[in-house]
């Protein structure tokens, strides 16, 4: 199982600038770019026992930042 974090910035190397502009120019957008981060967080924490939690967490959390990267990657992909 691999501990690093998913960045944004990692899984859409291409799409660095059209992120930069939709976080600033549409509020869904970064309310999704900072919920992804935020969850992104909280599972690398988990993954590296800084902050443990069960499998089941662990599974929803993954989830819940599969549904959000989705939705951002259809965000980035309509500009």
């Known amino acids: 199982m691999s501990h690093t974090p ?3 910035i990692e899984e859409f ?3 660095v600038d059209a992120m930069h502009a939709l976080k600033e120019n549409d ?3 970064a309310r999704l770019y900072d919920e992804y981060h935020v969850i ?3 599972i690398h924490r988990a993954e590296t026992d800084v902050e443990p939690t ?3 967490h662990m599974t929803e959390m993954r989830k819940q930042r599969m549904h959000l990267k989705d ?3 259809a965000a980035l992909n309509a500009t």
Do not use: G, V
Request: no cysteine; net charge negative.
């Open 54 to 56: 069960d499998d089941l």
């Open 40 to 42: 992104n967080r909280a």
């Open 13 to 15: 190397p291409d799409m």
């Open 6 to 8: 998913h960045e944004l």
């Open 71 to 73: 939705q951002i990657s």
């Open 27 to 29: 509020a869904h957008f």
